[in-house]
């Protein structure tokens, strides 16, 4: 907490304090007051000072204080508080000769203006002083003056102490309430990112499993379409359809039926989970693979890659991928139809950077703010947990890069991504798991 504000909380707390001892110190200040009277019953004069300064005091407390602390600050509010009760003490001193009665309220006063502000230790010091100047100035006995003295300086000491420790034990315990605020806000983040977790783990494996599935039949199909069209490309006077078959439609299946294999092996490969440990890769044959997992959410946009050459990296190259296609998917259902995404991966010295730009709706200033929060999302139920990116943004400290996003409502976003070739860093694997980006293809 800097000093201004510090010293905020403390005038806060000193003026609810006196606030709330303001009608004892009044009860007293009446004591006091009345038995001066009945000590000096019959001195009419005597009498009248006291009364009248009483009164005068009471006036000045409850109207003109008020009038002045709408005025001025705290500080010169007090100190005329100060000044105008040294003149009420004094008068009604000089006119009782500083009776004993008298001296009560020289103590008395000191008790309830500790706390206030910084200057309240130099007040009371002024407020002492000078009270003892004129009491002793004025024939005031000087036993008195300083036997009340001392009862104010250390009565005020003591107060102030409690006060300050009070105002600790205050502070700890807010303290403390914050701190168990805090951990519980983590707690219920933690329960619904596991819940999260949970659910996605679940649709990875079933995605492995149906990719399993798929994988075996579609081995068959692959190899029987390449033996039968290697087998009528050697065949003689075929029929006109069968050489149809042979020149088009068949080399256009294997292709097709190529296709899905490598999709389903992407997807057995990249929803397997379990840990990975830091190998050395081909980052562009990754990035191609992200492409193809991605395929499916870029179906309405013109996609382009430009891959330079980057050569091997060391990382994990599952959770680079998976990195790649949080990225392609959010710029897919960032972009309408017929607009594009872009995938760019370059080597600059050291380092990988890649970009993918997308030609979308782009983002607000709130939404840049809080991409990487974890749960936040602007997309409907179903479509996003908010999760991708607070994902993403794991998986890339731990491989030692860093991320930037440049993006401009309603004409696109663009996320940059530089890893370091090699990170120096030892890779923790805390990212979160690699079966955000299955469920997104999903
Ligand atoms: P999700 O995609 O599940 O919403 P993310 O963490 O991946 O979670 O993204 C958080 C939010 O960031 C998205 O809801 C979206 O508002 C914004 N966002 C991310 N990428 C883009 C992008 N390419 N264009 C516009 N907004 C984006």
């Not at 994988?215 to 190899?223: A, G, I």
């Not at 607009?339 to 991966?345: K, M």
């Not at 990487?372 to 179903?382: A, R, V, Y």
Request: hydrophobic content about 45%; proline content about 3%.
């Amino acid at each position: 907490m800097d000093v201004r504000a510090r010293d905020a909380v403390l005038e806060a707390d000193s003026a609810q304090l006196n606030h709330s001892v303001q009608h004892i110190a009044g009860l007293g200040a009446s004591v006091v007051n009345l038995a001066l009277v009945a000590s000096f019953w019959g001195q009419w004069n005597v009498i009248s000072t006291i009364v009248g300064v009483g009164l005068g005091l009471t006036l000045f407390n409850v109207v003109f204080l008020e009038w002045l602390a709408r005025r001025f600050t705290r500080v010169v509010v007090e100190a005329v508080r100060m000044a105008v009760n040294v003149v009420g003490v004094c008068l009604v001193g000089i006119h009782t000769q500083w009776a004993p009665l008298l001296w009560v309220f020289v103590p008395y006063n000191m008790l309830w203006y500790f706390g206030l502000d910084r200057w309240v230790r130099l007040r009371m010091a002024l407020y002492l002083g000078s009270v003892d100047v004129v009491a002793l100035s004025t024939g005031a006995s000087p036993t008195l003056a300083l036997a009340f003295s001392l009862i104010g300086i250390f009565g005020y000491l003591v107060s102030e102490k409690r006060v300050t420790l009070l105002r600790g034990s205050l502070a700890q315990v807010r303290h403390q309430r914050e701190e168990l605020e805090k951990a519980q806000q983590e707690m219920q983040q933690l329960h619904q990112r596991a819940l999260e977790q949970e659910r996605l783990s679940s649709l990875g494996l079933m995605a492995a499993n149906v990719a399993h599935e798929i994988n075996n039949p579609m081995s068959f199909v692959t190899s029987n379409i390449d033996s039968m069209l290697h087998e009528l490309r050697v065949g003689q006077n075929l029929p006109e359809l069968v050489k149809e078959y042979v020149d088009d439609l068949l080399p256009a299946t294997l292709d097709g039926a190529r296709r899905v294999n490598s999709i389903v092996s992407d997807l057995r490969r990249f929803s397997r989970g379990g840990y990975e440990g830091p190998v050395g890769y081909d980052f562009n044959a990754e990035a191609r693979t992200a492409l193809r997992i991605a395929r499916v959410q870029l179906g309405h946009v013109r996609v382009e890659d430009e891959l330079g050459e980057v050569g091997s990296v060391v990382g994990r190259p599952r959770q680079l991928v998976q990195v790649l296609v949080n990225l392609l998917v959010n710029a897919g259902q960032a972009t309408a139809p017929g607009g594009v995404v872009r995938l760019t991966t370059r080597r600059e010295g050291d380092r990988v950077r890649v970009e993918v730009r997308d030609t979308g709706t782009g983002m607000s200033e709130e939404t840049k703010r809080r991409l990487f929060e974890p749960f936040f999302t602007t997309k409907p139920p179903g479509l996003g947990t908010g999760l991708g990116l607070s994902v993403v943004l794991g998986i890339i400290k731990t491989h030692g890069g860093r991320i930037d996003v440049e993006s401009e409502l309603g004409k696109g976003t663009c996320f940059t991504v530089e890893l370091p070739r090699v990170p120096s860093l030892p890779l923790e694997d805390n990212s979160g798991g690699n079966l955000q980006a299955v469920s997104r293809t999903g």
